[in-house]
Structure formats: structure tokens, C-alpha cells
């Protein structure tokens, strides 16, 4: 099983730092904290341990990868262009939960990229990867740090779980403050087109930006298979694929008015108390005739936050059914939706 190392002394972390540039510098790859989810970290610049991720994940080879950063320094390097759009946003958002993708440099290996023109690009706001980064000198490519398709991990615990007996090194960086994966904007085009909803809305872009289009992942409208891009595309952004983030218990999102018709819809369904967790918000069932209930808190940014945890442990208890109630279609929501979207398509 991997070592998980804490970092919650400044000793610690300058010691998990050190250890964790070792093992990336060796070609290895370990599980590092971010702001957003855990990475599953590389040598953004190796082209083997790049292609050991994939293998290790049973990642697609046509899923690229984002790059990490720890300045604009470095951005700059692996961009083959650096627009000014990307400058303002960078400004605004870096380091923070934003990826931009650029024209990517021939620096950048094509296994990183699944062999398209750009890269996504981002300065995480967590202190722990970018102390890493700066130690060993090289970008690192990092997907979250799970198998391919299921739950994204936003504490060491939930990376163990998935991968321990694959790494030997995982870093504690303790749980993650924003919870899901980072906004995605493609700045390649003139207008910023968001590829992947995050916490950083469409709005806040539009804020930075003069204008911003929306590309076909984009909320409020529903992604199925005919709108999602297919494996045969080149994908600019990972988290385009229509199934992604899903637990294993079937999870659906529903909306209910009150109890009663939530019991009604479930009868409808046909699933019996015992077998489904309900996660809710606004409206909680407080009748006692549902078991399990995870109640999480009625604000989008906490939200995020506790969404992955609540889902996690909906698989830990073995559920069959998870029924979470529908959040709000403000626009700081859009990324939750977005992750719930992809987690209850078939």
C-alpha cells in the first residue's frame, strides 16, 4: 500500500515536499493535493510516466491531460501562444481552480495532449503541488487521481481507496477547498469558449472577458450522447465525455416539492427505502421512513465542497440507488450541475 505523508507542520510539509520531487524526478507517479480534487501527478515533460496515468487509470489515450504550473513564466513556455485574453484571466483567476487552454509548445509531448494542438494549462492555488513544481523544475500532468470515469478523490483517504495498491507515495494535503474539478476556458479562438464548467462561472469569465460563447458541454442544457463529443474527436479538455464523476450506485437527480412525492416518485421507480441514500439541501425528508440521509449545506461554494465526500460515502455504504435533489440553475451551480449530469447518465 502507499505511503501517505501528512504536511500538517511546516516541517512536514517541507519533508513531503522533498520526497514527493524525488519519486517525480525517478519517473514515478504519486497522489498530490490541489485546491480542486487530488492529482494523479507526472512529469508533464516524460513521456513514459505520462503514458503510465493513462495505463494506470484505464484512461482513454484520447482524454488529454491538464499541465500544472507554478507561474506565468512557465505557462508561457509550454504555450506555442500566449493571447492576451489568456493574460487577463490569468490575472484574475491564477492561481486559482481555472484551466486555459493554448496553443501548446512542441515541448508538451503528444500523449499529454491525445495528440490535438493545444493544452490545458493551471497554476493551482493549493501550496503543496506548486512547491513541488518549483523544486523539480518541470510541469506536472495531473488527472484526478482515481480510475477512469468513477468518483474524483478530494481527501488522501479517497485516493488510497482507489489507487493504493498502485502508488507507493501519496500526499496529505488535507481536504480540498473547492471540491470539484477546475473551470476549463479555451482561449485559442478570439472569444473564451468554456469547455468544462467549474466553480469559476461562465458569469465571472464573462466578467474578465468581453464576451464569451458557450461550448456544447456547457449548462443549463443537458448533455446526452448525441451532444457529447466522441472518442473518435479530438477533446480539447478532460470531463467532455458524457458519463464521468459517477459513483457506483445508480444516481439520479430529482426535484421534490415535499416528502410525500418524493416517497410517490420513489414507488413509481420502483426502489425500496433501504436501498437508496438521499442527498439533499432545501428539502430533507424528515419523516424517519428513509434510512439514509446526507444533508449538505445550501450554498453552491460549500456544496462543492462536500458534494464528492457525500458520494464517496454513499459507495462505502454500498448504495444502489442515490437520489440527490436538483440545485438551483443560478450560475454559480453550473459546475455542480454539471458533475451530477455526468454522474447519472447511463
Known amino acids: 500500500m502507499a505511503e501517505i505523508l501528512p504536511t500538517h507542520t511546516p516541517a512536514l510539509f517541507a519533508a513531503a515536499v522533498q ?22 501527478a507526472a512529469n508533464a515533460l516524460d ?7 493513462y495505463a494506470l487509470k484505464g484512461r482513454p489515450a484520447e ?80 488527472p484526478s487521481a482515481n480510475l477512469a470515469n468513477q468518483l474524483s478523490p478530494t481527501c488522501a483517504a479517497h485516493v488510497a481507496s482507489q489507487l493504493g495498491d498502485r502508488l507507493a507515495l501519496i500526499i496529505d ?26 466553480m469559476i462561472s461562465a458569469a465571472a469569465i464573462q466578467a474578465t472577458a ?14 446526452d450522447r448525441e451532444e457529447a463529443p466522441s472518442l473518435s474527436e479530438v477533446l480539447r479538455s478532460p470531463g467532455m465525455l458524457a458519463r464521468h ?3 457506483r450506485g445508480r444516481l439520479m437527480v430529482w426535484s421534490w416539492t415535499d416528502e410525500t412525492e418524493l416517497y410517490q416518485r420513489l414507488a413509481k ?5 433501504g436501498t437508496v ?19 449538505v449545506p445550501d450554498d453552491a461554494e460549500a456544496y462543492a465542497r462536500a458534494l464528492y465526500g457525500q458520494l464517496h460515502a454513499c459507495d462505502d455504504d454500498g448504495a444502489e440507488w442515490i437520489i440527490v435533489e436538483e440545485p438551483p440553475s443560478s450560475p454559480q451551480w453550473e459546475g455542480i450541475r454539471d458533475r451530477l449530469r455526468r454522474a447519472s447518465t447511463p
Open 63 to 142: 482524454n488529454p491531460i491538464i499541465v500544472h504550473i507554478a507561474s506565468r513564466g512557465m505557462a508561457r513556455e509550454l504555450a506555442d501562444e500566449w493571447p492576451g485574453l489568456a493574460d487577463r484571466l490569468a490575472d484574475e483567476f491564477w492561481p486559482g481552480p481555472l484551466t486555459l487552454v493554448v496553443r501548446r509548445s512542441t515541448a508538451i509531448p503528444d500523449v499529454v495532449t491525445a495528440g490535438g494542438d493545444t493544452v490545458g494549462l493551471r497554476w493551482p492555488m493549493h501550496p503543496l503541488m506548486p512547491a513541488v513544481i518549483q523544486l523539480t523544475g518541470f510541469p506536472l500532468a495531473a
Open 277 to 295: 441514500r438521499v442527498i439533499a439541501y432545501r428539502q430533507i425528508p424528515l419523516s424517519g421512513q428513509l434510512p439514509h440521509i446526507h444533508v
Open 245 to 247: 464523476y459517477a459513483p
Open 210 to 223: 468581453s464576451r464569451i460563447d458557450t461550448g456544447p458541454a456547457s449548462p443549463p442544457s443537458p448533455v
Open 19 to 40: 520526497r514527493a520531487a524525488e519519486a517525480l524526478r525517478r519517473g514515478e507517479l504519486i497522489g498530490l493535493p490541489t485546491e480542486t480534487v487530488y492529482g494523479l
Open 173 to 198: 494535503g488535507g481536504d480540498c477547498n473547492v471540491g470539484i474539478e477546475s473551470t476549463v476556458v479555451d482561449v485559442t479562438r478570439g472569444t473564451p469558449v468554456v469547455l468544462r464548467p467549474g
Open 47 to 53: 513521456r513514459e510516466a505520462v503514458a503510465r496515468i
Open 269 to 273: 421507480a420502483g426502489i425500496l427505502p
